[in-house]
């Protein structure tokens, strides 16, 4: 079964927030391997160094944390897989309008489960509950 991941999660478990110690435990617990994509990867890197710019975490750490994201993707705990952007775009549209007005989702939430969907995801993990509900919606086990 694929599992997938948002950024709530991968920020959480490679990060310092809240939810980390949910995250170190889950992925302990499991043993399984988190699916990611360029989409999280992106969105990765971005919310560690914009952590670092709002003093969330220390200076220099948002690389400390991208560098352990690297070491876990080489070796196998994390695998990244392609994804054909225009299937993506095509899910990503048809989940906008199916749960937005309903739901209010931002688009790289929607964006992660067009991803999870086109590689066959049956999990996705998150911490957002927004996420959570739209993942749920769509039929994905979300654990807690």
């Known amino acids: 079964m694929v599992i997938c991941s948002d950024t709530s ?3 959480s ?12 435990k889950w992925v302990k617990d499991e043993k399984k ?15 560690l160094r914009f952590a670092e710019f709002r003093k969330a975490i ?3 750490e948002a ?25 993506i775009l095509d899910e990503a549209r048809r989940l906008s309008v ?19 969907l086109q590689l066959g995801a049956g999990v996705l993990l998150t911490f957002d509950a927004n996420q959570r509900k739209l993942a749920l919606g ?7």
């Open 9 to 11: 999660f991968l920020f």
């Open 98 to 116: 199916t749960h937005t007005l309903t739901g209010g989702h931002r688009g790289f939430d929607i964006l992660h489960l067009a991803a999870a």
């Open 33 to 47: 391997i988190i699916t990611v994509t360029s989409f999280n990867e992106c969105e990765l890197g971005n919310a």
């Open 13 to 24: 478990l490679y990060g310092n927030d809240g939810n980390t110690a949910r995250a170190i």
């Open 58 to 60: 220390a200076s220099g």
């Open 138 to 144: 769509e039929g994905l086990v979300v654990p807690d």
């Open 63 to 87: 690389a400390v944390f991208w560098a352990q994201y690297e070491s876990d993707r080489d070796n196998g705990r994390i695998v990244m897989e392609v994804c054909n952007l225009a299937m």
